[in-house]
């Protein structure tokens, strides 16, 4: 099955929050998800990209795939890459789509000089721990997430 990386647009914020409350739901939080298509059109594009996104597509131009990350700032390591989340339509999970997008993000990361990559996995998430596992990823179990909701 062909399938195509692009950068993210305002245009494809609809695909994109359809996406996220797929994986919302699939993690047990979809009351969670605030967000909608407009605050991610205004945030992703509008007077301040407060993230960017990349786009997966099949050779029908359909979305299959995305990912929403972020440039953020160590002290330790310089700007790293924050992947917020990727989200793979199930009917095309394990063929390939997820390694595409994560190797965009990769390639993104050499040619920004970026140092070091982030994300989260739920621990009960094994399909994807074994993923990262195998694209050489270190799940990091000694710290811990802490979150304040305002």
């Known amino acids: 099955m062909p399938v195509t990386v692009r950068n993210g647009t305002a245009d494809d914020m609809k695909n994109v929050h359809t996406l996220v409350m797929q994986l919302a739901i699939f993690?047990?939080?979809p009351e969670e998800v605030?967000?909608?298509v407009e605050?991610?059109?205004?945030?992703?594009?509008g007077e301040r990209d407060n993230f960017r996104t990349l786009i997966a597509e099949d050779e029908n131009k359909q979305v299959i795939g995305i990912c929403?990350?972020?440039i953020a700032y160590s002290s330790w390591k310089g700007r790293?890459?924050?992947?917020?989340?990727?989200?793979i339509d199930e009917p095309y999970r394990s063929q390939g789509v997820g390694t595409l997008l994560m190797n965009a993000l990769f390639?993104?990361?050499?040619?920004?000089?970026i140092k070091q990559m982030r994300w989260q996995v739920l621990d009960w998430?094994?399909?994807?721990?074994?993923?990262y596992e195998k694209l050489g990823a270190f799940i990091d179990k000694d710290w811990y997430t802490c979150k304040m909701n305002f």
Request: glycine share 2%; net charge negative; charged share 30%.
């Open 68 to 70: 929403l990350y972020y």
């Open 80 to 87: 790293i890459l924050f992947l917020d989340d990727i989200v």
């Open 27 to 29: 993690e047990k939080a």
């Open 125 to 131: 998430n094994e399909p994807a721990i074994k993923f």
């Open 39 to 45: 605050t991610l059109q205004k945030d992703g594009y």
């Open 107 to 113: 390639n993104i990361c050499k040619e920004e000089h």
């Open 34 to 36: 605030i967000t909608d």
